[in-house]
């Protein structure tokens, strides 16, 4: 049973350019979660999704940004115009049910690093 | 607001001395985990206790939490050089929120 993948792992882009970054959660979790992380810092929530749902999105900045979580294929987090504070790592969780709670634990992808030159 | 709040901020000990992490947060919580990360990678969940526990213990860890003070602490005995990494509490509602972390660092 393959873990959560995350690609690519890392990315490269110019300000105003999109970065689109991938998670595919392990087998058998329906539920998605993505974090950023700057440099020497924690995990900042960002987004929670099901399948083909957006359960949380109250750590997403209102512009740019948006996230999809279809009913075939991987979570995408889509990063618009992006600018030189969109560097960060962007990891990726996923879990068998809702929330990560009662003894319910995430699973984390290695992360995708986005820097914008 | 983000509910975990690690202390210290950095902690450096020799190999073979205990090493403690504390956890602080803010509101009621199902459950509290703890997860490491090595440098350039992703979380690993390495326990995690119900609100309703006061002390776990897995190998050479062991998590207290006390409810009523919301802090929680994270004890590795017998510290490696392996065990250099950064550690943190995460609280869990309807979805995992994550403290600062600590960076812990073992000299060997």
């Known amino acids: 049973n393959a873990g959560v993948m995350q690609n690519p792992r890392h990315l490269v882009r110019r300000r105003g350019q999109e970065a689109r970054l991938r998670c595919s959660p392990m087998?058998?979790?329906?539920?998605v979660y993505w974090y950023r992380q700057l440099p020497e810092e924690g995990l900042k929530f960002m987004v929670y999704?099901?399948?083909?749902?957006?359960?949380?999105e109250s750590g997403m900045p209102k512009e740019r940004f948006s996230a999809e979580f279809p009913k075939e294929g991987p979570s995408i987090l889509r990063i618009q115009q992006v600018v030189r504070g969109d560097s960060a790592a962007y990891f990726c969780?996923?879990?068998?049910?809702?929330?990560?709670?009662?003894?319910?634990?995430?699973?984390f992808g290695q992360g995708t690093r986005l820097t914008v030159v | 607001s983000q509910q975990g709040e690690e202390d210290p901020q950095a902690l450096s000990i020799q190999e073979g001395e205990n090493a403690t992490m504390n956890c602080s947060y803010k509101?009621?919580?199902?459950?509290l985990q703890w997860y490491r990360q090595n440098s350039g990678r992703g979380l690993v969940h390495l326990i995690l206790?119900?609100?309703?526990?006061r002390e776990k213990h897995s190998g050479r860890l062991r998590v207290t939490l006390d409810t009523s003070k919301k802090s929680s602490s994270l004890l590795i005995t017998a510290s490696r050089a392996a065990d250099t990494a950064s550690y943190f509490c995460?609280?869990?509602?309807?979805?995992?929120?994550f403290g600062a972390g600590t960076i812990l660092r073992v000299k060997s």
């Open positions: 969780a996923s879990s068998p049910r809702q929330g990560a709670s009662g003894d319910t634990e995430a699973f």
């Open positions: 087998k058998g979790h329906s539920h």
């Open positions: 999704l099901q399948k083909e749902n957006i359960i949380d």
């Open positions: 509101t009621s919580i199902n459950n």
């Open positions: 995460a609280t869990s509602g309807n979805k995992l929120v």
């Open positions: 206790i119900r609100s309703n526990e």
